[in-house]
């Protein structure tokens, strides 16, 4: 089974930046799309960015589009989430996610990101 792990949140001014990163670990896989997604306190979970592992599409969340950046490492199964001019409505728990053709989704545990002002 894929478990992932997710790493880099803290807290930091507004303006500032993070480095978010994803390690899949366990069973291997090929064809999947790789994405974060965050979730503030009270709201639904949305999705931030995303990636694929076979080319190089990329969907950005309008809120961040500009800001942010996600790229990966397939050979070492990791995919990362530069976060730049953050904003306190940036704060939320952010998760990794991998969705894995004829198999599924697997989310990581979260990690937090708090943007003061």
């Known amino acids: 089974q894929v478990q992932l792990v997710e790493s880099g949140g803290g807290l930091v001014q507004a303006g500032g930046s993070l480095r978010l990163s994803c390690a899949a670990s366990g069973s291997r896989f090929r064809i999947s799309i790789m994405s974060w997604y965050r979730q503030a306190p009270e709201k639904q979970r949305e999705l931030v960015a995303s990636i694929t592992t076979a080319g190089s599409s990329t969907n950005y969340a309008d809120s961040v589009k500009g800001r942010f950046t996600i790229s990966r490492d397939n050979a070492q199964r990791t995919w990362y989430l530069e976060m730049n001019s953050l904003k306190p409505e940036d704060t939320a728990v952010y998760y990794c996610?991998?969705?894995?053709?004829?198999?599924?989704?697997?989310w990581g545990q979260g990690t937090q990101v708090t943007v003061s002002s």
């Open positions: 996610n991998v969705a894995i053709l004829f198999s599924g989704v697997v």
